[in-house]
């Protein structure tokens, strides 16, 4: 089947403007997690869903940053006023959930540069 | 907070020969997973082998184990009779059992980047 997408793969915006990058999770996987990878980097946990769960907020680095996941499917990652130090590769990963960790399913990311 | 510290940030090995890469982690938990992760030039993250911390056994997943040292909170992978197709970024991560508001998120090392060579 399909796996976890994500776009846009790139995205070049001015500083300042807002962007909105969108995930696609595996069909039935509960769990949602967004990951920053900036330049040499690991990866920086943002947020995480679980089913109807209150998300995990506490990764988020300021209140530039949100994220809404819409009828447990599709997530949409939203920054606004992005400034230069946004720039960084986004990850989504999706997995079943639960208290036992079950295999995290990545996308391939969106490359967002800040100009 | 529990942290997961990744001390190379580059190896080297050749091809057909062993490579041990190493993680360490901090934790007051006792119940826990603990994960590699590659991550190729194509920035697919996949999964590499899991290990559940209250198994004394060390995971195996074909040419990749682990060694598991709880008291010592070590982790490191190696990666026996190395492939061109193991030159990859290699992520170490902590993932706690503890059904807690926030404990269900992925922690993650910075890599270390592993060359291959022929």
């Known amino acids: 089947g399909a796996g976890v997408s994500q776009s846009p793969s790139n995205k070049v915006t001015e500083k300042g403007k807002d962007v909105e990058l969108r995930c696609d999770p595996i069909?039935?996987?509960?769990?949602l997690y967004w990951y920053r990878q900036s330049l040499g980097q690991g990866l920086e946990f943002l947020i995480y869903f679980q089913g109807n769960s209150a998300p995990d907020k506490s990764g988020l680095p300021s209140d530039r940053f949100s994220a809404e996941r819409t009828g447990g499917s599709v997530s949409t990652l939203t920054i606004q006023r992005t400034q230069q130090e946004d720039s960084a590769v986004y990850l989504c990963a999706s997995s079943l959930g639960g208290r036992v960790p079950n295999e995290q399913y990545f996308g391939p990311g969106t490359r967002l540069t800040v100009t | 907070a529990q942290t997961v510290t990744q001390s190379q940030p580059e190896m080297s090995v050749q091809e057909a020969e062993t490579v041990t890469l190493s993680c360490t982690y901090d934790?007051?938990?006792?119940?826990?997973?603990l994960f590699w992760y590659k991550q190729p030039p194509s920035r697919q993250m996949i999964l590499v082998i899991r290990?559940?911390?209250?198994?004394?056994q060390n995971a195996t997943e074909n040419r990749f184990s682990v060694n598991f040292q709880k008291a010592a909170k070590s982790f490191s992978l190696k990666i026996s009779d190395s492939q061109l197709g193991d030159a990859a970024m290699y992520f170490c991560a902590y993932r706690s059992l503890v059904p807690a508001p926030g404990t269900y998120k992925y922690i993650f090392g910075t890599g270390t980047r592993l060359k291959v060579l022929a």
């Open positions: 069909s039935g996987h509960t769990a």
């Open positions: 290990q559940e911390a209250y198994k004394q």
């Open positions: 934790t007051s938990e006792s119940d826990y997973y």
